[in-house]
């Protein structure tokens, strides 16, 4: 058991919204902070309408999920969301200097108690480490989209993170119904990402370039693997403004991406966000690429 009972997730979007309310589910004290009002009623809407995701994919009852939004809170006060933190989650966007002042704020503000860990896609704890103040209570904690179905948590710590820390960190992991993932180095985009992304990224080279369209572009993938979903479908699961965000910060002065990039910003002007907000390359809640005859000739 550890001693992390009250957590902190800062950054209720599509993925933090989900760490948010699984900690939540697993009976830990959550408080959501985001920086304004809307951003936190957008939030807790996300995490309501997720209901029968929960109940039809672990079998959740509705007492256990009610149970669930009880023990969450929202605060757009930095302070007032961490002064009891054992540990604060960050998830907000995949912007370095976004994150570079979130952690120049929060050490000014958390109790000396409260462990760091960063959601970040992409981005290595060594790139903000200096930040926090406390370097041997800071690592990353990345979470895979669909937490509560898609349970792995990949621990990644710098050479200064506590050993105690992380492996405090692994057991969180556990309690609130993680597989734990720990990595013995810094590595760019953990395993799931590192696999992940050049994946996407080609897909998006593919489409940005008028190579085909997403709908074929997914086909083929999908019957030549056999997987339930391809790149697009994957896309609008994490989210285009994550996607965005990453490609743009990995290949944003590669020519060859610079299609993809104005073509996502296009869909993101014009709300088309992705599964979460109903639309993003399909509509939802049922997308093209389930229907029966979506791999047929």
Same mark, same amino acid.
């Given at each position: ?5 009250n957590v902190t997730v800062a950054g209720g979007g599509v993925l933090g919204s989900q760490i948010a309310f699984q900690s939540a589910f697993k009976g $830990?004290?959550? *408080? ?15 995490? $309501? ?11 959740? *009852? ?10 969450? %809170? ?21 912007? =370095? ?5 979130? !952690? ?6 958390? =109790?000396? $108690? ?6 970040? %896609?992409?981005?290595? =704890?060594?790139?903000?480490?200096? &930040? ?6 800071? /690592? ?20 200064? *993170?506590?050993? &105690? ?14 597989? =734990? ?8 985009? !953990?395993? /799931?990402?590192? /696999? ?13 370039? &008028?190579i085909a369209d997403p709908e074929t572009i997914d086909k083929t993938w999908m019957i030549g693997t056999g997987s339930p979903v391809g790149p697009f ?8 403004? *994550? ?14 991406? $610079? ?8 869909? /993101? ?5 992705? %599964?979460?907000?109903?639309h993003g390359f399909y509509d939802y809640p049922n997308p093209r690429y389930k229907d029966e005859d979506f791999l047929k000739a």
């Amino acid at each position: 058991m550890t001693n992390i009972e009250n957590v902190t997730v800062a950054g209720g979007g599509v993925l933090g919204s989900q760490i948010a309310f699984q900690s939540a589910f697993k009976g $830990k004290k959550v *408080t959501i902070y985001d920086i304004n009002d809307e951003a936190i009623a957008a939030a807790e809407q996300r995490i $309501k309408n997720r209901r029968d995701l929960y109940k039809h994919d672990i079998n959740a *009852t509705d007492e256990q999920f009610d149970a669930g939004l009880n023990n969450l %809170s929202y605060s757009a006060d930095l302070a007032e969301a961490v002064k009891d933190a054992d540990l604060v989650i960050e998830a907000v966007p995949e912007k =370095p200097s976004i994150k570079h002042n979130f !952690y120049q704020s929060l050490a000014k503000v958390a =109790p000396e $108690k409260t462990i760091f860990a960063s959601n970040s %896609s992409t981005y290595v =704890p060594s790139t903000y480490a200096a &930040d926090t103040g406390r370097p041997a209570k800071f /690592l990353c904690l990345h979470f895979a989209n669909h937490v509560w179905r898609m349970n792995t948590a990949e621990i990644m710590g710098s050479d200064q *993170t506590d050993p &105690d820390i992380f492996n405090e960190i692994v057991d969180y992991a556990k309690e609130i119904g993680m597989v =734990p993932i720990p990595l013995h180095k810094e590595q760019p985009g !953990y395993i /799931l990402n590192s /696999l992940l992304v050049p994946f996407l990224e080609d897909a998006g080279y593919l489409w940005g370039n &008028d190579i085909a369209d997403p709908e074929t572009i997914d086909k083929t993938w999908m019957i030549g693997t056999g997987s339930p979903v391809g790149p697009f479908g994957a896309y609008d699961a994490v989210g285009l403004r *994550t996607i965005y965000n990453i490609i743009e910060e990995q290949k944003g002065d590669d020519p060859d991406f $610079k299609p993809f990039l104005e073509k996502v910003r296009k869909m /993101l002007d014009e709300g088309k966000t992705g %599964s979460d907000a109903g639309h993003g390359f399909y509509d939802y809640p049922n997308p093209r690429y389930k229907d029966e005859d979506f791999l047929k000739a």
